[in-house]
């Protein structure tokens, strides 16, 4: 006779691992990855390995790369050191990224959420300042907002934050909308779960893979406006961001390039690394496409 | 060589399963041989491979990770496996037709049903325009399709389900092929639609002398339309031979338990419940769904689905409400858990009504009147583990978190769950294991009365009758009033002690469940009575019954 | 309906009717939101001149308005609005709609050539990727294809201009024409059309990998479907599936991208517009922000959301030509 | 060499000004472009100035009278004449009225008399030198046709973007944001001129375009420092082009250091002079303007002329004694290693003052002084240093208008009136700087005149309430294709009647 099926399934593996053997099969996100880290890596050590201060003269001005060792990747105009530059520019470049990103989200949720949950007047209320806010060009928005608030880093990353929540509202409404029609919501309100409660503690949490892949979006959308920012001259000149170097280097662009090809490069690798790594996290997390 | 080839000869069939599934071959040793005329069933429960082995057929396996390992597919004598791809387009849709489960989604919305019946012509016959146009239309006629000419020009979502399960199998026999293979084309279908179906299969069949594969897990359509049957379990073929052999007569454990798991269609003794107290009562429900469309949805016209409703629940009771799909049963339900709000009406629980606590009373109230739901997957928060399941409820209610949790583990003994389960995840368990723990959070609660909207229609037979049995005993024991949904009749006949009927949102008929069963009034009814499949079968029951 | 009018028509009204409310949001929000940033029309008239004395000053915010209490300056500012009437512009010394309909032209041309390049590319590779998934082919293309959208625009513009316009001479570095050209006809055509290609190429490169993802992953789910199991099962060559089956149920959440991305487009087109010197609304809109040209702003931003406005109807319209199921109404 | 008639010379024009009156609007970006259309009653060139529309020119004793000899026959471009009243006109309801500079200047003028259609007398009601009156006439004293601007709302007359003047050339077409175009007028009163036919100014806002454009032979020149400091010094080396700074001797700037003197730190003078010490100029210049400057001498630049001169107290580049005045001043180095924190909001005017003020912030962290730029738009900068004082520094480009009393003053001069841009906002007061300025204003003998000026820069140097710290020119880059360009000090600005182009 067959046995009831009393007896457990043998324990699945930790939700991580499963996650990880998931992520681990493209390739690509590997790759993204591992740039991702490198890139972290650079943020963290910048105060140790390098020649201190981005912002300090370092040795003669246009020094080119790989010509005195003091400055290995060359200097700019005003004679500050590359190398140290692309290394602090990680950490900027990431916290604006990271920092945009969450506020970005955190208003996209709250907003998504609201009016997936309740619908009705609530939701079209929403929807239309969500419409309003799409209407207009969001880098004209961000323009507008840095000439409010002023090129200091912290409000260019609020403002990026500010004109990047449309998207994430939109998608958290829908995921909303979907599982709020969903038994396991109708099964908390029926155990008497508030409203509240339900938002937060039983659909946030199952909305969220989409969001987190998207977060890889809107982190790599952060970094180029901040860097077209700073190609408008609009950028913290106090901090030295990728955005800020492209945008001085580019004066000199055709007699010494690579003051704008380096940081070039590495918000290149690292929007990639972000957007590979979003795909691997789409992988892994939105099991769906279970191809493979 | 003078008899004809059997159309189709399985021999020893192997598919293996990429790295990492449960087993790592799919199908093994299959052997099946299909003749003409004859419709072989291959049934068995969920997973064991009956589609996989209708893909291989085909050629259709999502290839490379699931591919055939080994063996030998013969076609009217030739091998399928060797031919490239160009030579089984020309085969498929010509000389082997599929019939696929899901009609809501077997056919591409974006085109008429016309276009897609006429690109099985244009792409086997060199027919003209008006021709293939002609044909289609009298295979529509042939399928009884009502006023087949504008259901040629019909969108898939214009007509009705079983139409679009008729519109596949027009599609399927369009050029006379010679093996029909059906992927449990009428598990989606109500039970009426589905004789319907299963008649016009077995009539089209005898007319075109075809070999039909059907595969299915319900013994019910095995006895009604089977000339062979073959059980598949868990990839391996346990018992073959004659319908009425196997089903009356099976050899093998598996099938014997398959079979005995079969609800028969005996409802049970009558109980004295109506002397019992009434726990639950609802008086005059109305419930309209509005026209409202979004913007972009489409029209809808407004939908009556309960109108005046009125029933009583005792204690110890249980009340089956049964009725075709969107007769209302879901909204019932609902309304009685106040999860929808109902346009007029009372339900009154223990004499005070539900329906018009406020926000506050009803929180409080909703401990007494406990759901268990219809998909155990989707009705269990995929990121929450079993015991935070189970105990939320209490919690919510007040109780101490870790007596919560500890009775919550109590639980899950009292459902036949192993106490290892409670630190898991609801993806970590079988289909019936997921409707246990969601029983048990309904009866964390230790509610008076317990609504259950489709409980087991999700489940395989054996694991039906296991949660069937387990209801059965705790509402016993727990002496629990249960409203119990259900579109399956068997189901109902054998755990209901009353029914009630309903079509478009009204009672038709209510009473005891044998006097319902034995003596039908309504005609709804007694139309829906006869529609059971394999109604004339009693399936054998075994001593050594699974259970 | 009892209306004689055919439904397009009211769905068309109803669009309008709904779009009212946004744009009324739209434009307080911009107005009281320029209004919050440091200085006025004034300040940048006299900071472009190289300074003034203090009574030209004043006397120039007198004669704009610019003295008086904000929630008047709105209101006046609204009720001409109500008669469509965009006011004058300090800045350019021109009625607003003058300025606007100035540079409308090429703003629409731009953007509906990079939109529409960037939408076929982006389509046609990922449904190529798609079909060819985890090939060299696929991996060529998607990473191809992120490369240009991690790129910064200004920087794939100024090396596009170096690479065709300095060092080959193939392409004129900006402008909308060859200002001493005079040409007519089909000459003026092409020069115009020379005068695009790299601004066009620049923007669409950065949105095609939208498109091309989006479409991939489409095309993806699509393929999965039950129907395109159906339709192999009857026989149907990939080339037909993909065509008959998969295409058109795979380009829906596209085009729906492509209705959001508009307004994304103006924006981005910003730097583009200025290192290739177009004379397009997104310049204007960055310059009208920088020398606080609130009347021109918001005439902008009033154009933008009528834009936005047609634009999602088109895509509805599209839409619900490629889906069935959706009926306007 | 030979002259060759005809051609179209497209010139690159870095920013917009849409109002293309000069009697409107005193800006080298107006003159750059109407310079050609419309002409000044009197020119600069190298030897002195010359006669334009007016041939002579003289004062009356007290000075309260300057009486012009206008020429005869010249027609404005729709063909009516030339006289005595579009100069009355222009003078009384524009250039006083409403011309930003000019009604400062010609706040004193009473009326305009017009003896005869070709002579105009302006009479003022304190004396005007002629020095002065001079040295404003090639920017500010610009006529406009009277029959066109009598009885219209002046401000939104439609010729003020459509300009109609007497110049070489005619205006054509201006398309907003792509370019403006003028064509040879060929009933222009100097015979044989012009020889261009055409010319094309083109509105290329990013310099590495501009750059691009030069490159690729789409425009012939780019004046006022069009292209990126780095691109000029890779220009210079190209033969195809001249680059250099001629023809702007008489548009100096100065790159600056402002202090907001109500910050007490800043009041000190120690401090100030500290600071002056911190700068590496030399530096500076050698990376930010690649040679193409001088240090600073105070508010007058070395194309001041007479009233410029070097003899002035300097502050040679020495980080210790600006750490040493710094500590005396009473400012240690604290915890944080910085003596003090400065908010630093340098003008948004492009490259160099961007880089200049970056510059600035890296040489104060050499003397322990932690500087934070605020980076705004134009009117964030303006609103910031000159309404609302919020700032501790700034820094930006001060013009020199060929003479000190038009526009330097008032950068010295206490008692401007709030929020007013480029004048003296920083809360500096000194009685003495006033009383010198005022006096050196009404002072009619130029000898002496420039004795004062002396005076005025030496004080400055001393007192330091801005630092002037680089001189530069402007500079251009002009196609070899052009020829006789940059030949006058004002070159941009003035008519290239008789500029051509070798085809
Ligand atoms: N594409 C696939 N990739 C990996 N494993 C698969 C795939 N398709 C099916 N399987 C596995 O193969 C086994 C047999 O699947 P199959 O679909 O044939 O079952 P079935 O008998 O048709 O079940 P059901 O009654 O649920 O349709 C299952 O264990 C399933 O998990
Ligand atoms: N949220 C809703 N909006 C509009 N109509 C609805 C909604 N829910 C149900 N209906 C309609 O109400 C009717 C009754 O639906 P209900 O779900 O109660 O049927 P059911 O008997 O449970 O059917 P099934 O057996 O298919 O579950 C149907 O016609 C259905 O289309
Ligand atoms: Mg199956
Ligand atoms: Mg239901």
């Known amino acids: 006779m067959t046995s009831l099926d009393t007896d457990l399934s043998p324990a699945e593996p930790p939700r991580l691992v499963v996650f990880w053997r998931r992520y681990r099969r493209n390739r690509a996100a590997l790759l993204g990855l591992v740039i991702f880290v490198i890139v972290v890596l650079m943020a963290l050590t910048a105060g140790l390995v390098d020649p201190g201060d981005p912002l300090r003269r370092a040795g003669d001005p246009l020094t080119p790369p790989f010509v005195d060792w003091a400055t290995p990747l060359g200097t700019d105009q005003l004679g500050r050191d590359v190398l140290s530059g692309v290394f602090y520019g990680a950490r900027i470049s990431l916290l604006i990224g990271v920092v945009a990103t969450l506020v970005a989200i955190a208003i996209g949720v709250v907003i998504g959420a609201l009016a997936g949950y309740f619908g009705g007047w609530v939701d079209d209320v929403l929807m239309r300042v969500t419409e309003a806010f799409q209407t207009i060009p969001n880098f004209v928005l961000l323009l507008t907002l840095v000439a409010i608030l002023g090129s200091k880093i912290e409000w260019i990353t609020l403002a990026i934050g500010i004109v990047s929540w449309t998207a994430p509202a939109r998608m958290v409404r829908a995921e909303f909308m979907s599982l709020r029609g969903r038994e396991f919501v109708d099964a908390a309100r029926n155990l008497g779960v508030s409203n509240t409660a339900i938002i937060f503690k039983e659909i946030l949490p199952n909305a969220l893979p989409p969001i987190v892949v998207y977060a890889s979006v809107i982190m790599a959308l952060s970094i180029l406006l901040e860097s077209a920012l700073a190609f408008l001259a609009l950028g913290d000149p106090n901090y030295a961001s990728w955005g800020n170097m492209i945008g001085q280097g580019?004066?000199?662009?055709?007699?010494?390039?690579?003051?704008?090809?380096?940081?070039?490069?590495?918000?290149?690798?690292?929007?990639?690394?972000?957007?590979?790594?979003?795909?691997?996290?789409?992988?892994?997390?939105?099991?769906?496409?279970k191809k493979q | 060589m003078t008899d004809t080839p059997p159309i189709l000869q399985i021999r020893d069939l192997k598919i293996a399963l990429p790295k990492g599934a449960d087993r790592p071959f799919a199908l093994e040793g299959l052997d099946l041989t299909i003749e003409p005329g004859e419709i072989v069933c291959l049934v068995g429960e969920s997973g064991s491979g009956k589609s996989l082995c209708a893909g291989a057929i085909m050629r259709l396996l999502p290839e490379p990770h699931v591919h055939v390992a080994g063996g030998a597919i013969r076609f009217m004598g030739e091998e399928l496996l060797g031919k490239t791809e160009t030579e089984m387009r020309a085969i498929r849709g010509e000389d082997i037709a599929m019939i696929f489960q899901e009609p809501m989604t077997a056919l591409n919305p974006q085109k008429t049903v016309g276009w897609q019946l006429d690109e099985v012509l244009r792409l086997h016959t060199r027919m003209t325009r008006a021709e293939r146009k002609a044909r289609a239309i009298e295979m529509l006629e042939r399928v009884h399709i009502p006023d087949p000419a504008s259901a040629y020009n019909a969108y898939p979502h214009q007509i009705s389900g079983g139409q679009r399960q008729r519109v596949v199998i027009a599609m399927?026999?369009?050029?006379?092929p010679k093996l029909i293979i059906a992927d449990e084309p009428t598990t989606a279908l109500d039970v009426t639609t589905q004789l319907q179906i299963l008649k016009l299969i077995r009539e089209l069949q005898e007319q075109e002398g075809a070999g039909v594969l059907f595969i299915t897990h319900d013994f019910g359509v095995v006895a009604e339309i089977a000339d062979k049957v073959a059980v598949l379990c868990k990839g391996e073929m346990v018992e073959q031979g004659p319908a009425a052999e196997v089903l009356n007569n099976p050899q093998h454990a598996y099938t014997r338990a398959l079979i005995g798991a079969v609800p028969a269609l005996t409802p049970p003794p009558v109980k004295p419940v109506t002397q019992a107290p009434v726990v639950l009562k609802g008086i005059g429900l109305k419930k309209t769904f509005a026209a409202r469309g979004g913007l972009l949805s489409g029209k809808r016209k407004a939908v009556v689905a309960v109108k005046d409703l009125t029933f009583q629940l005792h204690r110890g009771e249980t009340l089956g409400v049964v009725g075709e799909s969107g007769s209302g049963k879901t909204t019932v339900s609902r309304i009685v858990t106040r999860l929808l709000e109902c346009d007029a009406g009372k339900v009154e629980l223990d004499g005070k009504d539900l329906l018009a606590c406020s926000p506050r009373e009803l929180r409080a109230m909703r401990k007494y009147i406990q759901m268990v739901f219809q998909d155990p997957m989707a009705s269990l928060n995929p990121r929450k583990r079993v015991v935070d399941l189970i105990a939320q409820g209490p919690i919510v209610h007040g109780a101490d978190p870790?007596?919560?949790?500890?009775?919550a583990r109590k639980l899950l003994e009292l459902v036949e769950l192993s106490p290892a389960a409670a630190t898991r995840f609801p993806h970590e368990f079988s289909g019936g294991q997921r409707q246990r723990i969601g029983i048990a959070r309904a009866l964390a609660l230790e509610p008076k009365v317990i609504v259950a909207d489709e409980p087991v229609s999700a489940l395989d037979v054996s694991v039906q009758a296991q949660v069937l049995k387990l209801l059965a005993d705790l509402r016993d024991r727990l002496n629990l009033s249960l409203l119990f949904v259900t579109h399956d009749l068997r189901v109902a006949a054998q755990l209901c002690d009353r029914i009630i009927v309903m079509q478009k949102g009204e009672i038709v008929e209510s009473g005891l469940t044998a006097e319902v069963f034995a003596n039908p009034q309504h005609a709804y009814t007694q139309n829906l009575l006869s529609s059971i499949p394999g109604r004339d079968w009693t399936p054998p029951s075994f001593r050594t019954d699974a259970a | 309906m009892k209306l004689p009018l055919p439904p397009i028509l009211i769905y068309a009204l109803r669009r309008v009717v709904q779009a009212v409310p946004v744009i009324i949001l739209i434009m307080i929000g911009t107005f009281l939101l320029l209004k919050l940033a440091p200085g006025d029309t004034v300040d940048a008239l006299v900071g472009d001149m190289g300074g003034a004395d203090a009574a030209f000053i004043a006397r120039l915010r007198a004669e704009y308005g610019l003295d008086q209490p904000i929630w008047v300056q709105l209101w006046r500012y609204m009720a001409k609005l109500a008669t469509f009437d965009f006011g004058w512009s300090f800045v350019y010394e021109q009625p607003v709609s003058t300025v606007l309909l100035d540079r409308l032209g090429t703003t629409l041309m731009l953007m509906a050539t990079s939109l529409s390049i960037a939408f076929t590319a982006g389509v046609v590779l990922g449904a190529i990727a798609a079909r060819r998934v985890y090939s060299a082919t696929d991996n060529i293309i998607s990473i191809l294809g992120l490369v240009f959208y991690a790129t910064p625009s200004f920087f794939l513009s100024l090396m596009m201009m170096y690479l065709f316009s300095v060092k080959l001479g193939w392409l004129p570095v900006g402008g909308i024409k060859t200002i001493a050209g005079f040409y007519t006809g089909w000459d003026h055509v092409i020069d115009v059309a020379k005068h695009l290609i790299m601004p066009t190429a620049a923007l669409s490169l950065i949105y095609l990998s939208f498109y091309l993802r989006l479409m991939r992953a489409s095309v993806l789910e699509v393929a999965d479907l039950d129907y395109v199991r159906t339709a192999r099962a009857k026989g149907a060559g990939e080339t037909r599936l993909m065509i008959h089956h998969i295409m058109r149920n795979a380009l829906l959440p596209v085009v729906t991208l492509l209705g959001l991305q508009f307004s994304t487009v103006l924006g981005g087109s910003v730097v583009v517009e200025t290192i290739f010197t177009l004379p397009g609304l997104g310049q204007l809109a960055y310059q009208s922000v920088v020398q606080r040209d609130m009347n021109t702003l918001m005439g902008i931003i009033f154009l933008c959301a009528l834009i936005v406005v047609v634009v999602n109807f088109l895509t509805d319209l599209l839409y619900a030509r490629l889906d069935s199921r959706i009926e306007l109404a | 060499e030979d002259v060759q008639k005809g051609g179209t010379a497209v010139i690159h024009m870095i920013s917009e000004q849409r109002i293309l009156n000069p009697a409107l609007r005193a800006s080298t970006g107006v003159y750059n472009i109407t310079g050609k259309i419309m002409e000044p009653l009197i020119d600069k060139s190298y030897d002195g100035y010359v006669p334009v529309l007016a041939t002579e020119w003289s004062s009356s004793d007290d000075g309260l009278h300057i009486t012009l000899k206008l020429r005869d026959g010249v027609n404005w471009h729709d063909g009516k004449p030339f006289t005595c009243d579009d100069v009355a006109f222009s003078a009384i309801e524009l250039w006083k009225k409403l011309l930003n500079y000019s009604s400062a200047l010609q706040a004193n003028l009473e009326t305009v008399d017009c003896p005869d259609p070709h002579t105009a007398v302006f009479n003022y009601s304190k004396p005007m030198p002629m020095e002065l009156f001079l040295a404003a006439m090639p920017d500010l004293g610009h006529p406009v046709p009277k029959h066109l601007y009598e009885g219209t709302d002046i401000l939104k007359n439609k010729y003020n973007t459509a300009p109609v003047g007497t110049g070489p050339f005619k205006f054509v077409e201006y398309e907003r944001g792509q370019y403006v175009m003028a064509v040879k007028n060929e009933d222009y009163w100097r015979e044989g001129y012009p020889y261009l036919d055409r010319i094309v100014w083109r509105f290329i806002k990013d310099k590495s375009a501009a750059a691009a454009a030069l490159e690729a032979g789409e425009v012939q020149e780019s004046g006022f420092i069009g292209v990126s400091m780095a691109d000029v010094e890779r220009l210079s080396k190209d033969d195809r082009f001249d680059v250099g700074t001629k023809g702007y001797e008489n548009n100096v700037a100065h790159s600056t250091v402002e202090f907001n003197h109500r910050n007490p730190i800043l009041a000190d003078l120690k401090v100030r002079q500290a600071m002056y010490h911190g700068l590496d100029i030399d530096y500076a210049i050698k990376t930010i303007m690649r040679g193409y400057a001088k240090p600073g001498r105070g508010p007058i630049p070395t194309a001041g002329g007479a009233n410029y001169t070097d003899d002035v107290p300097t502050y040679a580049y020495d980080p210790e004694l600006a750490k040493k005045m710094l500590d005396e001043a009473g400012y240690p180095v604290k915890e944080d290693g910085y003596r003090f924190h400065l908010r630093h909001r340098p003008a948004p005017w492009g490259e160099y003052t961007q880089l200049w003020a970056e510059y600035y912030a890296q040489a104060m962290k050499e003397i322990g002084i932690d500087v934070e730029i605020l980076t705004n738009d134009a009117p964030g900068f303006l609103n910031g240093v000159y309404r609302d004082h919020d700032f501790d520094t700034a820094n930006g480009w001060h013009q020199f208008r060929s003479d000190p009393a038009v526009s330097t003053m008032v950068w010295l001069r206490s008692g401007q009136p709030?929020?007013?841009?480029?004048?003296?906002?920083?809360?500096?007061?000194?009685?003495?700087?006033?009383?010198?300025?005022?006096?050196?204003?009404?002072?009619?003998?130029?000898?002496?005149?420039?004795?004062?000026?002396?005076?005025?820069?030496?004080?400055?140097?001393?007192?330091?309430?801005?630092?002037?710290?680089?001189?530069?020119?402007?500079?251009?880059?002009?196609?070899?294709?052009?020829?006789?360009?940059?030949?006058?000090?004002?070159?941009?600005?003035?008519?290239?009647?008789?500029?051509?182009?070798?085809?």
């Open chain 1, 250 to 289: 580019r004066a000199v662009l055709r007699s010494a390039p690579y003051c704008a090809v380096i940081p070039g490069i590495a918000i290149v690798l690292t929007v990639l690394s972000f957007s590979l790594l979003g795909e691997g996290l789409n992988d892994a997390l939105n099991p769906r496409q």
């Open chain 2, 172 to 176: 399927a026999l369009l050029l006379s």
């Open chain 2, 402 to 407: 870790d007596k919560a949790r500890a009775d």
């Open chain 4, 418 to 503: 709030e929020g007013t841009p480029w004048t003296n906002q920083f809360g500096w007061k000194d009685e003495e700087m006033d009383k010198m300025i005022d006096e050196a204003a009404s002072e009619l003998d130029p000898a002496k005149r420039a004795e004062m000026y002396h005076a005025i820069q030496r004080r400055e140097m001393e007192e330091l309430p801005v630092i002037f710290a680089i001189e530069h020119p402007f500079i251009s880059v002009t196609s070899k294709k052009l020829h006789n360009h940059h030949n006058t000090p004002r070159w941009n600005s003035s008519s290239w009647y008789d500029l051509w182009i070798e085809q």
